[in-house]
């Protein structure tokens, strides 16, 4: 320890001192507040689905970070026939962070990304219509039916057996269902919060972006607390602004009615004869919310709230369909053929989009009790909702959680909960009209005739019940880390309607969702540091000036550092974006689209379509651990999000129709999810004077998908997956040196993978790197930095197993790797004092210097790097 | 008061609004037991908070949003569609 340090020890101990006191003297001015109690206010805010309160849900600065996944059942068609078609499935992933800023100020953040893929129903008809046939492929039948529909003169639907061509009686219904491509929602919202003694005020807002609805809102809250905090009261406000741009499906909206919209869709014809239809709408959401907690007793609390929304403009969804069915009682009915069934009449069938009406209000009103129970230390929650809407839908939610610690940081709930619905005054499965199908003299129907000005057959606007089941776990280890994970069963029914007469059971289904957490509390070391509570800490505080604080790391440089204490632990989040824009590069040239279809798709056949841009986004946590000072283990989940938009250039034959592309217009792909989780090992080979070094080995499993296809059924890019697929081996070698405010580092690393193709039949090339940096400390608590990169990686060894479109050079094998120099130019700020103290957050811009490619590929933009870590 | 209003009849609004009201003034005016500020211990606990796990929470609202016709809109925070 020199001189300056040891100095600037005892200011340290000083700044405590005296911040102890002020922390007393602040205790009796406001009347004795206590930790538990200032902890209660604060929980008593955590009202159920009101967003003000989870900014202040926990009475500490904290950061975290989720990750959730749902998938639904296989929808049932009929006859115990399943949809060929992927169930809905979602990665959810959730980054939030809250920080007192200055004594009273708050701010909170948060991030949510969901990305989202597979089947959902987009209409409703009688089974004997034909158009959810399993073995019809394509999107148009399904709206239009094989047209043996039949009725007779009581409106009994009849189904005709194919083989034998006898008509039978068969009111039963089906769904059709429909599937997409992958899309990604990203929304990100923050709140500023400034606290009194007895009231408390914030403002937030955000904004929610995925590819056909783009929305940001505004809000604020207001808190009083009366009766020595025994009683709270609360009240919000909220705006949102949301407009819609949703691109109708060119195959199939040729086959439905869209002519009340006619004003809101803007046709954009396609060069290939296939016009695209976007639908535009403009929705405002008003929003206000009154709560009131109240402490019953040392045991119990109860709070509840009323809120009203307000929603206008278009409230509809632009993927849902209705079928209207006219039946004409005055048409001559055809002999059925078959004994004993009467003259059957021929219904019109029409598909039409969905109306809603433009303006919804709703109201809510629920109740939360909280119970101890002081013989089990645990806490039962109960809570009620009742919703009305001048929809028609009238909704109650019964929840029960038992909260149960069960010791050396554990706790346990498992919670249920009901939930019921009335179906709205314009839902129904399809409509029935008992007249001929209007048309204008064109053929097309003439919705003004039509006795109806509202309809939908969205299942989610029926009558049915919903009973979900599920667990959360948390783990506490030490005093600021706590991990959480969740499972739920969900079951949809129509037979679970309170009060029965909901959905047949055609519309049943259900989905399980798990999600797992950590989360951080970020003033739990600097409150060991500065209390002076031990001796360790103190010697943690030391450390951290060596290691994090000394000697700054470029953002990109991964495995570059380790803790040399044993039992520390340190957590950290890493983001990286990439972006490829630009030319088509050949080697390192540029080349012209007319090279590229002709060449680009490997001689034989042209490319229809070439790439012109694809971004990647990477989210990774570090979770390392010291078991001995030459030792670190460390583990890394990962999770990915690419999109790519793609281009039709002139010249270029169509893409085929089957291949998913065919949207019209330029496609657009997402994917999204879990990527490959490292495990690695660093061990220190030596540190001598200003010298460091060393060395990791790390294994990367294959969790993260690489069988993501289209909606047609084919692979996705190989670029676009979302792992490799193959068990990797990753070793690296490390260096860092350091003198005064200067420090420099060099780096050695590879990724071999050790299987020669994975399940789909390709495996990524290997990959080698090597970087240099070096680094200036400006401030005590800023550097900047430097940092030359050389990377290596083959091209893609085999190609997909099964039978794959290649539409451009992104589906060929030999089209990825290269040969890559990079400058990174970097900042890094470690907090140097109070209550982020040891924080560490570090940004670098990785800008590309040259490209050598293999085969043919989109020139690089550049990358930046970010990471926030913090140790214990 | 809860059961599913038959169709047509008008909103059972005023009722509840005004049993809320009254429910609520009751319980806070109606002197419920005084804690001392030594005896919040209890309620101070993790599993005594209104909501323990609060970002889960979000996460189950947001799910049951996109699949039930209650749940979505109702919190005064506004946020996109991502109804899949």
């Known amino acids: ?872 | 008061m809860f059961q599913s209003r038959p169709r047509g009849s008008g909103p059972a609004l005023p009722a509840w609004c005004l049993s809320f009201t009254l429910a609520m003034t009751c319980f806070a005016l109606a002197g419920c037991a005084e804690v001392k500020p030594w005896e919040r211990g209890h309620l101070a606990k993790p599993q005594m908070a209104m909501e323990p796990y609060p970002e889960q929470a979000a996460l189950r609202a947001h799910t049951y949003g996109g699949r039930e016709a209650a749940t979505g809109g109702q919190s005064t925070s506004g946020g996109g569609c991502g109804c899949y």
């Open chain 1, 1 to 872: 320890m020199n001189k300056h340090r040891l100095h600037r020890g005892l200011l340290r101990r000083l700044a405590c001192l005296l911040k102890a006191r002020k922390r007393e003297a602040r205790k009796y001015a406001t009347g004795g507040e206590s930790a538990p109690l200032r902890a209660l206010t604060a929980a008593a805010l955590a009202l159920p689905g009101l967003s003000p309160a989870t900014a202040q849900a926990a009475p500490g600065d904290e950061a975290g970070f989720q990750y959730g996944h749902y998938t639904e059942g296989q929808r049932q068609l009929y006859l115990g026939t399943r949809s060929k078609y992927n169930p809905i499935q979602v990665d959810t992933l959730l980054g939030s962070g809250k920080l007192t800023l200055m004594d009273r100020w708050k701010f909170a953040f948060h991030y949510v990304q969901d990305t989202w893929s597979g089947a959902t129903p987009i209409a409703t008809a009688p089974l004997a219509f034909g158009g959810n046939h399993q073995t019809v492929s394509g999107a148009s039948p399904y709206l239009q039916g094989k047209g043996v529909l039949r009725y007779d003169r009581s409106f009994n639907t009849y189904r005709r057996n194919e083989t034998t061509g006898d008509y039978v009686k068969d009111n039963r219904l089906v769904h059709t269902l429909s599937a997409a491509s992958p899309e990604t929602r990203m929304q990100g919202d923050f709140r500023l919060g400034y606290e009194w003694d007895e009231s408390a005020f914030n403002l937030g807002g955000g904004v929610s972006n995925e590819p056909d609805y783009y929305s940001n809102f505004v809000n604020t809250d207001a808190r009083w607390d009366f009766n020595q905090k025994l009683t709270s009261v609360d009240l919000g406000l909220s705006y949102t602004n949301s407009e819609i741009n949703a691109k109708l499906n060119p195959e199939a909206s040729q086959y439905f009615d869209y002519s009340s919209y006619t004003k809101q869709i803007d046709v954009i014809p396609g060069p290939d004869a296939t016009p695209t239809r976007i639908i535009n709408g403009l929705r405002q959401d008003w929003s206000t919310r009154l709560g009131v907690s109240q402490v019953l007793n040392k045991d119990a609390v109860l709070a509840g709230g009323m809120s009203y929304t307000r929603s206008t403009g278009y409230l509809a969804n632009p993927y849902k369909m209705v079928e209207f069915i006219f039946v004409d009682p005055n048409q001559t009915p055809e002999d059925a053929g078959t004994p004993g069934i009467p003259p059957l009449l021929v219904p019109q069938v029409q598909a039409v989009m969905e109306r809603r009406p433009d303006e919804r209000n709703q109201f809510s009103w629920d109740a939360r009790y909280v119970q101890f129970i002081e013989s089990l230390d645990a806490a039962v929650h109960l809570d009620y909702r009742f919703f009305h809407d001048d929809w028609g839908i009238n909704a109650h939610t019964f929840e029960a959680d038992w909260v149960q610690p069960v010791g050396d940081g554990w706790t346990v709930t498992p919670r249920f909960r009901y939930y019921s619905q009335d179906e709205a005054d314009f839902y129904q499965p399809y409509w029935l009209f008992k007249n001929a199908e209007p048309t204008f003299s064109n053929g097309k129907i003439d919705l003004s005739k039509v006795p109806v000005s509202n309809y939908s057959s969205d299942h989610r606007l029926s009558g049915y019940g919903a009973i979900g089941t599920g667990i959360s776990v948390s783990k506490a280890i030490g005093k600021a880390i706590q991990l959480q994970g969740s499972f739920e069963y969900y079951t949809h029914a129509g037979g679970l309607k309170l009060g029965g007469g909901g959905e047949d059971s055609y519309a049943n289904f259900n989905f399980y969702q798990f999600n797992a957490g950590i989360k951080v509390d970020l003033s739990a070391p600097s409150l060991m540091g500065d209390l002076g509570l031990s001796e360790h800490a103190g010697h943690e505080g030391h450390h951290h000036e060596h290691h994090a604080h000394g000697a700054p790391l470029p953002a990109g440089v991964m495995f570059g550092h380790m803790m040399e204490q044993s039992g520390q632990t340190m957590v950290g989040y890493r983001f990286m974006w990439s972006l490829q824009d630009g030319d088509i590069l050949h080697g390192s040239n540029p080349v012209s689209d007319a090279t590229v279809i002709d060449q680009g798709c490997g001689g034989r056949q042209k490319c229809s379509l070439l790439p012109k841009d694809m971004s990647m986004y990477m989210h990774m946590l570090d979770i390392m651990y010291a078991p001995t000072d030459w030792l670190n283990l460390m583990l890394m989940p990962q999770f990915m999000d690419m999109d790519m938009n793609l281009r039709q250039p002139p010249g270029a034959p169509p893409p085929p129709s089957e291949g998913g592309h065919n949207h019209g217009g330029n496609p657009h792909h997402a994917t999204g999810g879990v990527g490959d989780v490292g495990l690695y090992a660093l061990f220190k080979l030596f540190t001598f004077q200003h010298h460091h070094m060393h060395a990791t080995l790390g294994l990367s499993a294959p969790t993260g998908a690489v069988d993501l296809k289209l909606v047609s059924g084919d692979y996705e890019h190989y670029g676009m997956q979302l792992g490799s697929g193959t068990w990797d081996f990753k070793p690296s070698l490390t260096y860092t040196g350091q003198w005064d405010d200067w420090s420099w580092g060099g780096q050695l690393s590879g990724t071999h993978r050790m299987e020669s193709e994975n399940e789909v039949g390709f495996a990524f090339g290997d990959i080698f790197q090597a970087s240099l940096w070096g680094s200036y400390k400006f401030m005590d608590w800023l550097s900047g930095s430097v940092r030359g990169i050389y990377t290596a990686q083959g091209a893609i060894n085999g190609r997909y197993k099964a039978p794959h479109q290649i539409v451009g050079p992104m589906d060929m094998p030999n089209s990825y790797g290269g040969r890559y120099w990079d400058l990174g130019m970097g900042l890094s700020a470690v907090v140097p004092s109070g209550t982020f103290k040891g924080n560490t957050l570090s940004v670098e811009w990785v800008q590309p210097l040259q490209d050598d490619v293999n085969g043919y590929q989109l020139e690089r933009d550049g990358a930046l790097n970010a990471t926030w870590s913090i140790a214990f």
